[in-house]
């Protein structure tokens, strides 16, 4: 990957419905070679996929939160994981260091359903302990981090 690539990706975070057209005339290249990188960056699996981001509140959850989980012991984690996938109100899951081993980020409707979320979640095998914020508003979110290579 070079720095035509990281901009073409950086244009297609923004909106990946943006023209080989448009992409060509900013990042001053042909369309068939911005085509072309698109296409390699895809067999790559560069881009993994393309999605959409919906407004959450507009589609019925009103609220987020993200919630810490410890599991007793590791023999847990794929039991919980596979768990966790099959929830649609789990948005996220990172297995992390430090005092929790996972954090999850949640979109509900409401505390009512959060309530019924964690105690769902409690009752998972292995799962020793959790620690839930309520997010009061989001401030960033762009889904995946875009780095520029360092110029040498």
């Known amino acids: ?20 057209s448009n992409i060509s005339k900013e990042i001053h290249l042909s369309v068939s070679a911005v085509i072309e990188r698109i296409r390699k960056l895809e ?16 589609t019925g959850n009103a609220m987020t939160a993200l919630m810490e989980v410890s599991l007793g012991n590791p023999k ?35 505390s009512d359903e959060l309530e019924h979320i964690h105690r ?7 799962v020793s302990d959790t620690r839930t914020h309520v997010v009061l508003k989001n401030v960033k979110n762009i889904y995946s981090a875009i780095r520029k290579p360092e110029k040498r």
């Open 43 to 58: 067999e790559n699996k560069i881009i993994k996929e393309y999605t959409i981001i919906v407004d959450e509140k507009r």
């Open 76 to 110: 847990y984690f794929d039991s919980f994981s596979e768990a966790i996938n099959s929830m649609d109100t789990i948005v996220s899951c990172y297995y992390q260091t430090g005092d929790f081993d996972l954090l999850l980020k949640i979109s509900c409707e409401s």
């Open 1 to 20: 990957m070079d720095s035509i690539d990281y901009k073409i990706l950086k244009i297609l975070q923004k909106n990946a419905r943006e023209t080989a």
């Open 120 to 126: 769902e979640i409690m009752s998972l095998d292995g």
